[in-house]
């Protein structure tokens, strides 16, 4: 073989090297693009429960009432009401993972007309009027963007006039909130540890590790709780069979002081507010008060 031709032959196997690690690179970006898709995928069926249509608005129970529409980082454009009150603390609320704002009403009637607060409540993306498809991330975002109105379009200083409601999913959001702001209080009420745990709890016949892969969504809470700075309330049914009562106990266990626990004996997921009484407004009053 000619030199020439030996040197043609080493640039033709150069290029076939290019070209095969090429393929090979190209081939992993497109499997962890599915990868992703696929996780989000699953996510959207079994964690997040939107519906699009707004059943009722708050002037429909008497509440006078604003639609907001805001945009998150990201450009999705999200829809909450901001109701206002009296008492000059702001409930910034973040609901759980089914339905709509609008499925809230009989809560805030009750916790506006018992306590005074101001509500600001969103929907996340993919949910009510708000655009987009819910994520973890996404749902970040929108939250951020709830922060941002406070500030910014009605001038609340949040460490003094804003106090975060999280119920069920949205514990988890008002958590990861709680470690990015400094706020007047922080409430947790239904609230889980993570999705690692609930996977756990649900007894799955496949290895933790493996259902993790499934999904994009963590919602670790329990591993954010200690850096949260602001004083928290834990509220939880003793008898909920969606969420159980030992992650309450584990969230409060890792919470700084000043926190406060209350079990609210009899309730399950969904009625503590029903449940709880008299005596679960008091608490929350307590908490909420100077």
Do not use: C
């Not at 090979?24 to 996510?43: F, N, P, Q």
Request: no cysteine; aromatic share 8%; glycine share 8%.
């Amino acid at each position: 073989m000619t030199m020439a031709a030996k040197t043609a032959d080493g640039r033709i196997r150069r290029s076939l090297r290019i070209v095969r690690t090429l393929t090979i690179v190209l081939a992993a970006v497109i499997l962890v693009s599915l990868v992703v898709r696929y996780m989000l995928i699953l996510d959207r069926m079994m964690i997040y429960f939107p519906q699009r249509v707004i059943e009722a608005t708050p002037d429909s129970v008497g509440l006078e009432y604003e639609d907001v529409y805001l945009t998150a980082s990201d450009g999705t454009r999200i829809h909450g009401w901001h109701i206002p009150g009296h008492s000059g603390v702001t409930l910034l609320w973040f609901h759980g993972n089914a339905g709509n704002i609008s499925h809230r009403l009989d809560n805030i009637l009750m916790l506006h007309q018992r306590l005074g607060v101001e509500v600001f409540i969103v929907d996340y993306r993919g949910y009510g009027l708000s655009e987009g498809k819910p994520s973890e991330k996404g749902i970040y975002m929108d939250a951020e963007a709830a922060f941002d109105y406070l500030a910014s379009d009605l001038g609340l200083n949040v460490e003094h006039d804003v106090i975060l409601l999280g119920r069920s999913l949205g514990a988890g959001v008002a958590v990861e909130m709680a470690t990015r702001h400094r706020v007047r209080g922080v409430i947790l009420e239904s609230g889980f540890t993570s999705i690692r745990e609930m996977a756990d709890a649900s007894g799955s016949p496949l290895p933790i590790p493996l259902v993790l892969t499934l999904f994009e969504a963590r919602y670790d809470s329990i591993s954010k709780m200690g850096r949260v700075e602001s004083p928290v309330m834990i509220l939880h049914g003793d008898r909920d069979d969606t969420v159980p009562y030992w992650m309450a106990e584990k969230l409060y266990g890792a919470a700084r002081e000043p926190k406060t626990l209350y079990p609210i004996r009899g309730a399950n997921h969904n009625d503590t507010v029903y449940v709880g009484g008299e005596r679960y407004f008091e608490a929350l009053e307590e908490f909420i008060s100077p």
